[in-house]
């Protein structure tokens, strides 16, 4: 493979991070069988898992929600290693037909898991969990330092040694890191392409993204090669990606979940922040992540984070639910409308009061201009010069959430200052907009339930609108997606008498046709106000049990 | 008086403030009688309210706790006129020997005195109790904008409107604002000096000064004009005034109190954010202004704020203090370190645990190199920008903390980003240093016990280094003051032989002596954890007690 400090342009220094993960795939054995090649695969990869992987790895892998198999793993009915091995076959799966990953921990895990299940008596809260973690450590999009690819396998290296808060953390309650995850150049795109990498596609339907930023999580856990992974959020990147393959994501309040030791681009920037939070294929996974990660006390260690340990809350009498038909922007796709007349109807039925969440008078738009430039207070500069730095194109995605947003310029300190200050205000606007409907006798509302995108699955390069995730992260509230159905041609009929109200509500309205996402999982998105977290997980069960979930 | 905007230069201008201030003054009634003129002041003024008010005067405004007149108050064993009128009259004493009013509420403060008393029941946790508060509405120090200075009066009309969430938050506890209190060009010396008011002098020594930038509040509250000010600190603006004159201040963790309505200049700045917070007569008139600022949910307005009620903190055992004798960089004054001395030992006498906070390795001169930058992201262009449109001078002291800091320049917005790193780092290695405090068996450090400046009130425009207090707006960590002692040249000699370790130590240690600073007041600082409010005013409560005070 030769040493990263020989390669000069940016194909073979990005040929080079591909040949470490096909190495790190190569140590797979018993060998995947039955694996498509490339040209044959078929449109989704569901059926793949029974006809590569063994019953008992099938067992393993799909049978168990993570709180049964932690039971079992804490139990020592399993052993750590065959869970262990058992994720790495059908991550390398998924990587197969997905192209998910950046590394499989092939060796580090057995190394683990051996460890693990050498200890005389179990031990943690996470005890023999596999977890799976987006490649935060280094700038994978943009390839121009050097040092910064190499570091993308030093860092991780350093989580074993103390560098990385969050990680340190589940690494003492037990678990076991097998698998690290693609991100699109910049980590800011609603899906996955970059450079080095390539494209990752959504594990349902291969011409539809499985969205991004953490879209290498959203495919692999899609795939149920991994069952508990770790995202970030500062615009969409837990959400849409988890709601693009229905399973569950939660984008945490800012400064709850640490993120000392994570490497990504515009560190130190104030103006806008993400948040590090779970991706999971069942909801009690959400909470445990949180749980745990806030056990540590991680504001002892990175001082900024809230102090407040996670603390469960429980409604009294069924949450009051507002429902956002839609963002006064863009019109969702009908099976995300169809998808809230659904849920929208088992509240009902199981007694909770559901009015409408109606924001027209909001000015969503305008939300969304505040926060494209806070994105980017530098005009995009740090990572355009990365990007320049290497000579690797800069991809259409990056094009669009940088050059293309007419609000994204360098400000000056003062120009800045009124941007925050603008921003503050929009907040303090929606905030009493929320107040407010607890006035006249009323109850206020819990929980806002909207769609976490404009539609299901996004065809490949199409994820050019992000209001229905981003306006959340610029209002600093907390959100979790969960799935709530699939796109069914027969019922999510296209509306042919709609007037699009604007260009991007016509962009939007243009590329669906119901045969072209057919199958693909919808889900939906409940908000609540800021730092109010606890209380969206409580709400989210409260939904799913009027679902007729456990 | 005529009207403001046909007003040309700044000199007529800062008439004009004037000339409304003493209007407003000239409203009281009886007139002050007996107030030496201003060639015959007494260096201290602490015996002229009794030569100047009634006996019954000085009953109400001294002779009772804050929680003592509001049980009088709410009981109506007491008009909410009669106090009123007590401490309308004793701020206007301590106008004319200190000059800390920009304004006499005293028309506005019988009136809503009178609706008070009209009421058939008390109602509200502040029920007629008299509350003083600094100039926040309006840029003082800047003349440049005509508008601005229109604003201070308007806005303050506005309060009562509904402008300004702190004081709204009060006035709806049935509160009386009766007073408005100086600060300094820019609001941001630690002394309180302005070309609209001159200079406040300290009640105890009108050679020293009262502190800043909250040095108006200082300076009524020492006279006891006040029993309850609102002040703010973003370098000891708080902390400072209040100990130079012994009475308690108590610097919230920032987010913890509202600023929505409140007039500063760096609006929408994010780097280092100030606090209101209370300056008050007693202990326990801090905890009363925490508890009602925070019984209004003001995140439910403000939404950058922290989701927390005051959560009052009880100590199950008594607490670790670590003594922090000097910061590393400069030597306190004698009296300080006797200060230190003996509340140490009533600590230890009382069963608590006392070990030093050694800082030295910990480098509070690099923090003040970043606290210094981060205060002044522009250049200070905007605060330089406002001064140079009226014409009005550049004081010393916004000289110094402008321009004789080298670090202090316009930053590109990538250098901002790399400076807000480094201020994390430091606030992470701080924390990293308290945690280890508990580290080998030992119990953790529950608060740091230190001096809140170098020395007690300082001679005025000698209050050139701000690191006892500033640090702490650093870290972002809460803080109180009380008083202990006052200087006493007889135990508080010269060390001769003291070598000064730099320029800075140099220049302070230079300015002591015994007879300059006799009789004045001595405070102490108690600093706890980041958004631990609560635990440092219970510590305070544990050291006053063992103090010897109730």
Chains 1, 2 share one sequence.
Request: aromatic share 8%; proline share 7%; charged share 25%.
């Amino acid at each position: 493979m030769g040493s990263l400090v020989h390669l000069q342009t940016w194909e073979e220094k990005a040929g080079w991070a591909r040949a470490q993960r096909d190495a790190s795939l190569a140590k797979v054995e018993p060998k995947l069988d039955g694996v498509p090649d490339a040209h044959n695969m078929p449109l989704s990869s569901q059926d793949l898992p029974k006809a590569v992987l063994t019953p008992r790895e099938i067992e393993i892998t799909e049978q168990y929600t993570i709180t049964k198999l932690l039971g079992l793993l804490r139990d020592r009915k399993i052993k750590v290693e065959e869970v262990t091995r058992a994720f790495l076959r059908r991550a390398a799966l998924a990587q197969a037909v997905t192209n998910c990953l950046t590394e499989l921990l092939w060796d580090e895990a057995i190394e683990r898991a051996r460890h693990l299940d050498s200890l005389p008596e179990p031990r943690g809260a996470l005890f023999g969990l596999p977890i799976s973690t987006k490649e935060h450590h280094g700038m994978v999009g943009g390839m121009g330092k050097t040092k910064s690819v190499v570091t993308t396998s030093a860092s991780f290296v350093a989580w074993h040694g103390g560098s990385n808060l969050l990680y340190d953390t589940f690494w003492d309650q037990g678990c076991v890191f097998f698998a690290r995850t693609t991100q699109p150049q910049t980590i800011m795109h609603l899906e996955t392409e970059s450079n080095v990498y390539g494209r990752t596609v959504n594990p349902y339907n291969r011409e539809l993204t499985s969205g991004g930023s953490s879209g290498g999580e959203s495919a692999l856990i899609g795939m149920r090669g991994s069952i508990l992974g770790v995202g970030g959020d500062i615009g969409g990147s837990i959400r849409c990606p988890a709601a693009h393959v229905g399973i569950y994501g939660f984008k945490p309040s800012i400064k709850r979940v640490g993120t000392t030791g994570f490497r990504t681009p515009g560190a130190g920037k104030e103006t806008i922040s993400g948040c590090p939070g779970p991706m999971t294929v069942d909801r009690d996974g959400l909470e445990l992540f949180m749980k745990v990660a806030l056990s540590a006390k991680p504001w002892r260690v990175e001082p900024s984070l809230t102090v407040k340990e996670w603390t469960p809350y429980q409604f009294a009498r069924p949450p009051k639910v507002a429902v956002q038909w839609w963002d006064g922007v863009v019109r969702p796709h009908p099976p995300m409308t169809r998808a809230l007349r659904e849920v929208a109807a088992a509240c009902r039925e199981a007694g909770m009061e559901v009015v409408d969440w109606d924001c027209e008078g909001l000015d969503h738009e305008k939300g969304w201009d505040i926060l494209s430039a806070l994105y980017w207070p530098d005009g995009g500069e740090e990572v355009l010069g990365l990007i320049k730095e290497s000579g690797e194109p800069i991809l259409p995605l990056t094009k669009f959430i940088i050059h293309e947003q007419p609000t994204v310029k360098e400000l000056t300190q003062h120009e800045l200052w009124q941007l925050c200050v603008k921003r503050d205000e929009y907040r303090a606007r929606y905030a009493q907009a929320w107040s407010k409907t607890g006035n006249g006798g009323n109850r206020e509302v819990d929980v806002i339930l909207c769609p976490p995108s404009f539609g299901a699955a996004i065809p490949h390069g199409q994820s050019r609108y992000w209001g229905y995730t981003a306006h959340w992260n610029l209002l600093d509230y907390p959100a979790a997606v969960f799935p709530v159905t699939k796109v069914d041609p027969a019922l999510d009929v296209k509306d042919l008498s709609y007037v699009p109200k604007n260009s991007q509500d016509k962009f939007v309205y243009d590329m669906y046709s119901p045969e072209r996402f057919r199958n693909a999982p919808v889900s939906l998105q409940v908000v609540g106000r800021r730092q109010e977290d606890e209380k969206v997980l409580a709400a989210l069960v409260e939904i799913e049990r009027a679902m007729g979930r456990a």
